[in-house]
């Protein structure tokens, strides 16, 4: 499933009182989502990562100690074993111990790709919510994650190195598969991501390139990659005077290999114009003419991300009465498959109360039946 319904599916899961399993291909955003959820429901996140555990870890190390009991008027001295509670569940209690009501997600990653016993260790957590004596609050809620392995159906052609859990214990879970998700993706670069618009731009006119599971290079894109990526080209920018584009291409292959790291940098080379900032178009009164010949001139990809950025840029403004309105006036010069396009994830993407506002505007509902005349 896509990003935005499997972020659907594991709220409900939650709610359920049951475990999600989320699993999915390393870097397409399974811990974005994650993020997300305790973003917009305020859950405080705590993340243990099982592939740097080490067996007895996050049971917590036996000590044992001379424990005495009155049998009978007769003091006995009996041999009793307390285990050290690992930090991350400190950590939860100190959450849950300030009052403020908030409440815990504690999400395990990498499940199957640590030890057998430590496996097993988290196993007694997820599903038990108990180990060594230490219990989780009805507080915490538990995600795991994981990547998948070749016995699944539809990963055959996986190759990671994992512990397979048995039969039963993988009953224990529902089960969430997660696939790349380009509109998702793209979504979440846009706003929270803050990725440079010029790789949005680039994975617009290439989406196939956001994801390469098949390809025959070592070094395959993820939506992680692309992230570093964008990073990586905001420094660039910053100290092209100093840093040659032979050294940025270096940082571009190690993150997405050697032909899209070619197409990027041609790509970023005939870049001539930088696109059109939301502020620019929605600060005037009215469309101005020089932004309408710019319209006119720009490409499908550039347009929608115009589009895009200046919803965000109208999600974020308090009197936003007359910018709606000159939102309205740009999308009217869209050409029509991409202005319905847009106008359908207005409803679907953003605050309702942002949709209702733009279908007050009578330039919008002008430029929705245009599409039909």
């Not at 305790?38 to 243990?48: A, D, G, N, R």
């Not at 993407?349 to 039946?369: M, N, R």
Request: hydrophobic share 35%.
């Amino acid at each position: 499933m896509n990003y935005n319904d499997a972020l659907k599916t594991v709220e409900l899961v939650i709610l359920s009182g049951e475990v999600p399993l989320i699993i999915g291909e390393s870097g397409i955003g399974k811990t974005s989502l994650v993020r997300q959820l305790c973003m917009e429901k305020e859950y405080h996140l705590i993340t243990i990562d099982a592939n740097l555990l080490k067996e007895g870890e996050i049971g917590g190390l036996p000590t044992v100690y001379d424990k005495e009991y009155i049998i009978d008027g007769e003091r006995i001295s009996k041999k009793s074993t307390i285990y050290a509670t690992h930090h991350k569940l400190i950590e939860i209690d100190e959450i849950l111990s300030d009052d403020s009501g908030k409440e815990v997600l504690l999400f395990i990653d990498e499940l199957n790709r640590c030890e057998h016993a430590v496996q097993q260790e988290l196993m007694n957590l997820i599903l038990n919510r108990e180990i060594n004596g230490y219990e989780l609050s009805e507080k915490v809620h538990v995600v795991a994650a994981m990547n998948p392995s070749n016995k699944y159906d539809n990963f055959e052609t996986t190759d990671y190195q994992v512990v397979d859990m048995d039969t039963a214990q993988e009953d224990r879970f529902v089960w969430i598969e997660m696939d790349s998700d380009f509109k998702g993706w793209l979504r979440w670069a846009m706003s929270s991501g803050k990725v440079d618009e010029t790789v949005i731009e680039f994975l617009s006119t290439f989406p196939e390139y956001l994801h390469t599971p098949d390809s025959k290079e070592s070094i395959k894109a993820t939506p992680r990659s692309w992230e570093r990526v964008s990073k990586s080209y905001k420094v660039y920018l910053s100290r092209k005077s100093v840093v040659p584009q032979e050294i940025f291409y270096n940082v571009v292959k190690g993150n997405v290999g050697v032909s899209i790291a070619q197409d990027f940098i041609s790509f970023i080379n005939n870049v001539k114009e930088p696109i059109l900032k939301a502020k620019d178009i929605l600060e005037n009164d009215v469309l101005t003419y020089e932004i309408k010949e710019i319209i006119k001139n720009e490409s499908h990809s550039r347009l929608y991300i115009i589009a895009k950025n200046c919803l965000t840029y109208l999600e974020d403004k308090k009197d936003r009465s007359k910018s709606i309105e000159v939102f309205a006036s740009l999308i009217k010069e869209y050409p029509k498959d991409l202005r319905f396009g847009v106008m359908k994830e207005i409803k679907s993407d953003h605050s309702k109360e942002l949709y209702e506002e733009i279908l007050d505007s009578e330039v919008f509902i002008e430029a929705f039946f245009d599409i039909y005349s």
